[in-house]
């Protein structure tokens, strides 16, 4: 594993993108302070080590990227987080947004089905000393041994919202998934209601690598 340097440059760079953020609308000083930190160039090839703190994605093998740094905070803003809640994530890609949940006090179940990124996000999980629960699976199926969760985050562009994901998630829980089978997704936040029902509230398009499966059909609503 490589030798990691956090230098003045990195963290002044790493300021300006946190103010861009909260210029950008995120709001909690607590998911600023995990992007403080968390130092995202950790997670990119050396070879983007120049733009780590600029507000774009970036691939990290496998056909998937790394989030935009405001759809992570974003994201996370939308979770409604608190210390100690159970969190599924689906899609642990590089594990910088799984690192963000851990900074913030979850406990975090991710689940990514490339093995490569599996490994190398264990990898980088360890070296910042976060002990998440990581699972090479299907994302679409979740994982039902820990559920109920109380938070559930989706990493990737939906075609709908997976039945499985929808039983897992606590009464009153909330999860936070991109829908839509085109190039762009609407994100989405919902709020579980009963065993058959859900709230949703929409906050804009935005675009994600989609999940690789379709084998569970969407959940009714009201």
């Given amino acids: 594993m490589q030798q990691f ?16 953020l ?18 995202r160039h950790y997670f ?3 070879a983007f080590d120049e733009q780590a703190y600029t507000n774009m994605a970036f691939q990290i093998g496998s056909g998937q990227t790394i989030s935009h740094p405001f759809t992570v905070a974003f994201q996370t803003q939308l979770l409604s987080l608190e210390k ?6 689906i899609g642990t890609g590089s594990g910088f947004q799984t690192a963000i949940l851990c900074q913030l006090g979850a406990k975090v179940y991710s689940i990514e089905r490339h093995q490569p990124l599996h490994l190398k996000a264990k990898q980088m999980l360890d070296y910042f000393k976060f002990n998440p629960s990581l699972f090479f699976q299907d994302g679409f199926k979740g994982n039902r041994v820990y559920a109920p969760y109380d938070r559930i985050l989706v990493t990737c562009g939906a075609p709908e919202i997976p039945t499985a994901l929808f039983e897992q998630l606590k009464i009153g829980g909330i999860m936070v998934i ?13 709020q579980k209601i009963d065993d058959s029902n859900y709230s949703t509230e929409e906050f804009g398009t935005f675009k994600f690598v989609p999940m690789l499966e379709r084998t569970v059909k969407s959940q009714s609503k009201n």
């Fill in 178 to 190: 991109p829908v839509g089978e085109g190039v762009e997704q609407k994100m989405l936040r919902l």
């Fill in 84 to 89: 100690g809640m159970k969190v599924l994530e």
């Fill in 44 to 46: 990119l090839d050396l």
């Fill in 5 to 20: 340097k956090d230098t003045f440059k990195h963290k002044g760079r790493r300021r300006q993108l946190i103010e861009e």
């Fill in 22 to 39: 909260a210029l950008m609308g995120i709001s909690d000083q607590l998911i600023l302070d995990a992007f403080e930190r968390i130092p």
